[in-house]
């Protein structure tokens, strides 16, 4: 094996090793061009307030979405397989209940989906790269 293969299966072992550990810390990379290049970790004891972002499954059956929202990667729904949702809290009503709002016009939100109640969400800390 030569010194330039070498020094690339290190590279790619360093780098599926980090990988590893980050997720193992509970950091994820977000998917979707909805808050493209934020790595975000779950903080469910954190308090969430308006403006935060928060993830979640779909709360109906993607059949029941409506032609003009999009999703750009399996999003997950209530069995938790797929990609879960990535969105910013614009409401918290008296119950908790949060009304969620994606960064573009035909992103699935509460416009489509309504209200998400809060045991479904999970509080997310950001960290933009």
């Known amino acids: 094996m030569q ?3 070498r020094a ?4 790619a072992s360093a780098t599926v090793l980090l990988a ?3 997720g193992i810390a509970g950091f994820r990379l977000n998917l979707s061009p909805s808050v493209a290049g934020v790595v975000f970790r779950l903080d ?3 308090e969430i307030s308006v403006g935060d972002y928060v993830s979640f499954c779909m709360p109906m059956p993607l059949a029941s979405v409506p032609v003009m929202a999009t999703a750009t990667v399996p999003v997950c729904m209530q069995d938790q397989r797929g990609t879960p949702l990535l969105k910013r809290v614009a409401v918290i009503d ?3 209940n949060l009304f969620v709002l994606g960064e573009h016009r035909k992103s699935l939100d509460s416009r489509v989906f309504g209200w998400i109640d809060r045991q479904a ?3 997310l800390s950001l960290i933009h790269i």
Do not use: F, K, M, T
């Open 94 to 96: 008296e119950h908790g």
């Open 44 to 46: 469910d004891a954190a």
């Open 20 to 22: 590893s550990l980050a």
């Open 121 to 123: 969400i999970q509080h």
């Open 8 to 11: 690339l299966l290190a590279a």
């Open 3 to 5: 010194a330039a293969e």
